[in-house]
Every structure is written in C-alpha cells, then in structure tokens.
C-alpha cells in the first residue's frame, strides 16, 4: 500500500454525518479517496468519475502529492 499524505477540505461537510471540515482527501494506491475522520465514512474514485460527475467546464483536478 502506498502512503500519501492526507489534506483536509476547508469547508467540506460529511456526506453521511453531516460533520463540517472533517473531511481529508489522499490518494491510495493511485485512487483518489475522501474518508471522514468524524464516522469514518470513506469514498474512492478514479479520475475518469471525477470527470463523469462534474457538470460544465472541468478546470482542473485537484492532484495531492
């Protein structure tokens, strides 16, 4: 397993808990992943759901390293 390093998402509220800026973002094994610290809730996508999902203009993907 690859280690990234995890960021927070200023503002960022839990899909599931509704919790406000507990949400980190990183990468795992090349996956994006967004997880919650609050209830541990966690998603991954890959770069082509990311593209799928946003409506209008794509300006860029945010890429931690």
């Given at each position: 397993?690859?280690?990234?390093?995890?960021r927070?998402?200023?503002?960022?509220?839990?899909?599931?808990?509704?919790?406000?800026?507990?949400?980190v973002?990183?990468?795992?094994n090349?996956?994006?992943?967004?997880?919650?610290?609050?209830?541990?809730?966690?998603e991954?996508?890959?770069?082509?759901?990311?593209?799928?999902?946003?409506?209008?203009?794509?300006?860029?993907?945010?890429?931690?390293?």
């Amino acid at each position: 397993m690859s280690k990234s390093r995890k960021r927070f998402v200023a503002g960022a509220r839990c899909p599931k808990c509704q919790a406000l800026d507990s949400i980190v973002l990183y990468k795992d094994n090349g996956v994006e992943t967004v997880e919650c610290i609050e209830c541990g809730y966690h998603e991954q996508q890959t770069d082509a759901k990311v593209a799928d999902k946003a409506q209008g203009q794509v300006i860029g993907l945010f890429k931690p390293e």
